[in-house]
Nanobody, 119 residues
Framework: QVQLVESGGGLVQAGDSLRLSCAAS????????MGWFRQAPGKEREFVGQ????????EYVDAVKGRFTIGRENAKNRMTLQMNSLEPEDTGVYYC????????????WGQGTQVTVSS
């Protein structure tokens, strides 16, 4: 099993920046891909971005390209999400998730951290 814990959410104003962290523990050697998702009030959870744990460039949904940056800190088993130029539409609960190297689907999820962007 892999356990994921997010941190760093909060209330900010439009245009501000925020940095989220996701700490992984347990069988972290089994992690193939880690990603960020978010869920706005009354909406379905949506993909934000992901990165292959072994290396490579992250991928992002178009809505956050140029504003959000995913970082990997493999030695610390931690993934980050640097969010700049935040917009009210970025408000939601942000989840960290991980795919096993054995299965190409997100099987492990964190509890989520709230991000609220006021206009």
């Amino acid at each position: 099993q892999v356990q994921l814990v997010e941190s760093g959410g909060g209330l900010v104003q439009a245009g501000d920046s925020l940095r989220l962290s996701c700490a992984a523990s347990g069988f972290t050697s089994r992690i193939g891909v880690m990603g960020w998702f978010r869920q706005a009030p009354g909406k379905e959870r949506e993909f934000v971005g992901q990165v292959r744990w072994s290396g490579g460039s992250p991928e992002y949904v178009d809505a956050v390209k140029g504003r959000f940056t995913i970082g990997r800190e493999n030695a610390k088993n931690r993934m980050t999400l640097q969010m700049n130029s935040l917009e009210p539409e970025d408000t939601g609960v942000y989840y960290c998730a991980a795919q096993s190297i054995f299965r190409g689907e997100y099987a492990y999820w964190g509890q989520g951290t709230q991000v609220t962007v006021s206009s």
